[in-house]
Structure formats: C-alpha cells, structure tokens
Nanobody
Framework: VQLQASGGGMVQPGGSLRLSCATSGFTFDYYAIAWFRQAPGKGREGVLCIDSSDRITYYSNSVRGRFTVSRDNVKNMAYLQMNTLKPEDTADYFC??????????????WGQGTQVTVSS
C-alpha cells in the first residue's frame, strides 16, 4: 500500500490550495481516505475523511466550511480542497487509509506529507 501527498506550497491568507493523494497497492474504491496535518511543534491532527460512499467526516471543526475532500476512483486519487486558508492551517499534510470502507479513528497506512505554509 502506497500513498503520496502532493500540491503543497506557500499561499497568502485567504487563498486556496488543492492537495492530491496518489495511491497504489490496494482496492482504492473500497477504502476510506483521510487527511491529517501536523503543525510545527504540535501533534498530528485529523482534518477530514471520505469513505467509500463519498460521505465526508470532519475531524477538525476549524476547517468545516473551508475544506472539502473528493476522490477519483478511476485515477485512484483523493483531493483536499482548501479554501480561505489561515495562518493556523500551516502544517505538513498527510493522507492515510485503512482496511475499512468507513472513516475510522486509526489508520494503518500513511503517505509522506506535503508542506503547506499560509503567510503574507
């Protein structure tokens, strides 16, 4: 199982970014995909998750209404669309999956992160 997040970068407050998660090695359309982040000096935080039926679970209330997630079961890709970015969204962002169609609290497989910096 492999996952790789990409698409990070530096953006001004109020801007947008779309992160991608490329996956391989498992039956993508059967499994939930989650996004996590880790800010400098802080622990890892769940952001949100999309299950195999495209239902979205928000782990962080701070991103509700600004972030959303989607998946492309043909390309085996997941996407995190981040709008109205704030400096506190600055973090390394990771995608993860586990052996479940539903969003869970724990994930077995993790990709390398992509850095997002929100600064003027």
């Amino acid at each position: 199982v492999q996952l790789q997040a990409s698409g990070g970068g530096m953006v001004q407050p109020g801007g947008s970014l779309r992160l991608s998660c490329a996956t391989s090695g498992f039956t993508f359309d059967y499994y939930a995909i989650a996004w996590f982040r880790q800010a400098p000096g802080k622990g890892r935080e769940g952001v949100l998750c999309i299950d195999s039926s495209d239902r979205i679970t928000y782990y962080s209330n701070s991103v509700r209404g600004r972030f959303t997630v989607s998946r492309d079961n043909v390309k085996n890709m997941a996407y995190l669309q981040m709008n109205t970015l704030k400096p506190e969204d600055t973090a390394d962002y990771f995608c993860a999956t586990t052996d479940s169609s539903w969003c869970k609290d724990e994930y077995l497989w993790w990709g390398q992160g992509t850095q997002v910096t929100v600064s003027s």
